[in-house]
């Protein structure tokens, strides 16, 4: 039976990229993001092996009967990656925007923490796997960045859970990247990572053998 992987952030960037990489790869996928008629088209592309499901990650009930949705569609729920993120617009801490914090520290940090929760319970049954999107800023300081300090959050994060997950098996890998061409940014930045060099990183941390856990993926643009 095909293993499943349940993506937040799916619609668009590094969560699609992800979802059509792991659908290749043989894995259940299922979509999760606010965008329902984009993860409706990504989904029928794939085929019988994605679910699509609305879904605000930030919104713990929603989390939940998302994780039950793919459970009770594919019989198992073998690898979560916790991808969903999002920077502000004002940057700093003199300058920024309190509100904008408030909702990047939900989504970047409360809703990591809340997908993790709900997950760990069906991961258990099945020795599964936990992915997060970390960033180079969780591993290096950025003038004011309070998004760097959540990535920080996410790293150190990741590292705990791994121990915790180690007691019965699991798994936990935290993807680091750099820049990405994705819609976070406002222009094309076609020199930089892909959304699919990130997805590769993923699928390949899925792979391993069960006697190895990648702890971390760091990678950079080649330019």
Known sequence: MAQTLLITGASTGIGEATARAA????????????????????????GDGALAIE??????????SAVSQTVAKFGSLDGVFANAGKGVSNAGVEGGDPDEWHDMIHLNVLAVLYTAHAALPELKKVKGHFIVTGS???????????????????????????????????????????????PFFDEAKPTKLQPQDVADAVVFALGQRGTSC?????????D
């Open 55 to 64: 879904c605000d990650v930030t919104d713990r009930d929603q989390i939940v």
């Open 136 to 182: 180079k800023a969780g591993r290096e300081h950025f003038k004011g960045s309070i998004y760097s300090a959540t990535k920080w959050f996410v790293h150190g994060f990741a590292g705990n859970l791994a121990e915790e997950m180690r007691e019965w098996q699991g798994r936990c890998t935290v993807i680091s990247p750099g820049m990405v061409d994705t």
């Open 214 to 222: 990648i702890r971390e993926i760091h990678l950079m643009p080649n």
């Open 23 to 46: 659908a290749k790869a043989g894995w259940n996928v299922a979509l999760l993001a606010r965008s329902k008629d984009k993860l409706d088209r990504i989904a029928a592309d794939i």
